[in-house]
């Protein structure tokens, strides 16, 4: 629910996950910092997605391209002119909407009524009740069915002619109040375009508008020819590339889920034309499997195939995962066709293509990506990991864990003297200069053992040592494990093999 969401936000602050950007001057909207857990969390992320793309497979390299591009690139790939959001104001709250988000909100609202009007009568008839004969029956649930409809097929009529004039009108006639004050006072719809923009050049007439790029992906297809050459790739072949992305989204308030700068992990893999559906299916699965394997519930991740395509592509789905505020695209799949090299083909002058030795011909391939936010898996991450648990009701005893994936976790190993006496700090040091070429190791000597136990559950630490005075003696040490609690007495020469099992993927 909303609130699990508000505890994970306030926890990622308490522990040194995210601190929100130039905070000390308020705060920058929708830009976020990650502090020191959360960098190490972020890293690992991006290692377990590197490995499984470039490291695991024969026929993906990497690249990491510039942020800065040559303004055509943008013009060639449309972002210029179709990369947008309709934006209405509302002219006494003076507040700004997407067009879009308040028509879809409207909708919403109309099916609520709807489930009102079906649970209502639920309760009335008990088991007799028929929810299909009722639908077709009801006249205020035919009522309001109708409205969706109509306002529906409007909308989507709307967006296709990107006819911004009916697109206002819809909002007027739909007598959509502005939720703030109630008014109904509108502008008109503008498109306001994502791209953030600024000059390159010394003086301002010879500067050059270029813009920060939205997305990582045409870095890669401005590449295609240099790593297909040098490389000597052969179709199918894949280009990876983690890095930054900035887009002046307007609805930014869900913390890190939507930000106007992120880190986005692409994957443009090219194929033969008419291979593309076939490899569409493949990295569909491949990519569910890779977030599966995290060990969170399967349950909470869904494919949404899109049904409505860009006029570029021929099949797309984003995977979904369940936040707590509800089913969300943590990642999308979409098969581009020929679209992308075709047009900087078109821009640029130069003959993007693949001789292909085998059909003795040349073609420009076909694309199939996989595009995932680096942050909005971070979220997903720790919506999954967060949990409160309840040790022991009648002590009112409970504990705060991130029982995170321990190849993920920042912190893997805590190393803790059960005293500060007796040359234990000493040797509690000596196991981490053993093994902090291997793990990310943290000491803490400060507060009781179970306090410590509970501050690195917090941050979901999978492990922690405890040298006490036996130690000394045997050189044995108790390893307690972060999600069933468990102790176990155990040598600490073999403490590398038990963590490095659950750790190293
Ligand atoms: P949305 O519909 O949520 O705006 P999108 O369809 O525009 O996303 P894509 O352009 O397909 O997203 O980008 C691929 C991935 O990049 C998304 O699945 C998401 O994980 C991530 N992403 C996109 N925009 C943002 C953002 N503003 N903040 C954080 N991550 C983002």
Redesign the pocket.
């Known amino acids: 629910s909303e609130d699990v969401f508000k505890k994970v936000v306030a926890h990622c602050k308490e522990y040194g996950y995210v601190f929100q950007s130039s905070e000390i001057y308020d705060g920058l909207g929708a830009v976020y910092d990650y502090g020191q857990y959360g960098v190490e969390l972020k890293n690992n992320i991006k290692k377990y997605w590197w490995d499984a793309m470039v490291l695991l497979h024969d026929n993906v390299v990497g690249l990491d391209s510039a942020i800065f591009m040559h303004p055509k690139v943008w013009e060639a790939s449309g972002h210029l002119d179709a990369f947008s959001d309709p934006l209405i104001d509302n002219k006494d709250s003076k507040k700004r909407y997407r067009a879009d988000v308040l028509i879809e909100e409207y909708l919403q609202k109309i099916e609520g009524k709807i489930n009102k009007e079906i649970d209502k009568a639920k309760k009335r008839f008990g088991d007799a009740f028929n929810e299909e004969e009722f639908r077709s029956t009801n006249q205020r649930v035919l009522a309001n069915q109708a409205k969706i409809d109509e306002t529906h097929s409007r909308f989507v009529k709307a967006l296709e002619d990107n006819n911004l004039t009916d697109l206002r009108q819809l909002i007027i006639d739909c007598d959509i109040a502005c939720p703030v004050s109630g008014s109904r006072n509108w502008t008109e719809v503008r498109q306001f375009n994502l791209m953030f923009s600024t000059e390159m050049g010394s003086t301002a007439e010879g500067a050059n508008t270029i813009y920060l790029r939205p997305?990582t992906a045409q870095g890669i297809f401005v590449n295609y020819l240099n790593v297909q050459k040098t490389g000597r790739m052969k179709l199918p072949f894949g280009i990876a590339q983690i890095g930054k992305?900035f887009?002046n989204?307007i609805v930014?308030r869900q913390f890190?889920?939507?930000?106007?700068e992120?880190e986005?992990m692409e994957m443009q893999f090219f194929v033969q034309p008419g291979e593309e559906i076939k490899w569409f299916e493949y990295w569909k699965e491949a990519r569910m499997k890779w977030h599966k394997a995290l060990g969170f519930n399967d349950e909470d991740y869904r494919y949404h195939d899109h049904d409505k395509l860009a006029h570029y592509a021929n099949a797309a789905t984003?995977v979904e995962y369940q936040f707590p505020f509800g089913f969300?695209?943590?990642?999308?799949i979409?098969s581009r066709t020929d679209f992308d090299l075709s047009q900087h083909q078109k821009f640029s002058g130069k003959k993007i293509q693949y001789f292909d030795p085998e059909r003795n011909e040349s073609y420009v391939p076909y694309v199939v990506e996989t595009?995932?936010?680096v942050?909005?898996?971070f979220l997903q991450v720790l919506s999954a990991s967060y949990e409160e648990e309840v040790i022991n009701e009648e002590k009112n005893d409970t504990r705060v864990v991130l029982k995170l994936p321990a190849p993920l976790a920042p912190v893997k190993l805590a190393v803790l003297p059960l005293v500060k006496k007796d040359g234990l700090p000493e040797k509690a040091k000596e196991i981490i200069k053993e093994l902090r070429y291997s793990f990310n190791c943290q000491y803490d000597e400060k507060d009781s053992i179970g306090k410590r136990y509970r501050r690195q559950d917090a941050i979901g630490t999978p492990f922690c040592v405890t040298v006490d005075h036996d130690t000394m003696e045997d050189n044995t040490v108790t390893i307690r494990y972060r999600d069933t609690m468990e102790q176990e007495r155990v040598k600490i020469q073999d403490l590398e093999k038990i963590i490095g099992k659950q750790v190293n993927l």
Not at 256 to 260: D, V, Y
Not at 328 to 332: P, T
Request: hydrophobic share 35%; aromatic share 8%.
């Open positions: 997305e992305a887009r989204e930014a890190i889920f939507r930000m106007r992120f986005q984003d969300k695209e943590v990642e999308g979409h595009s995932i936010g942050d909005r898996m």
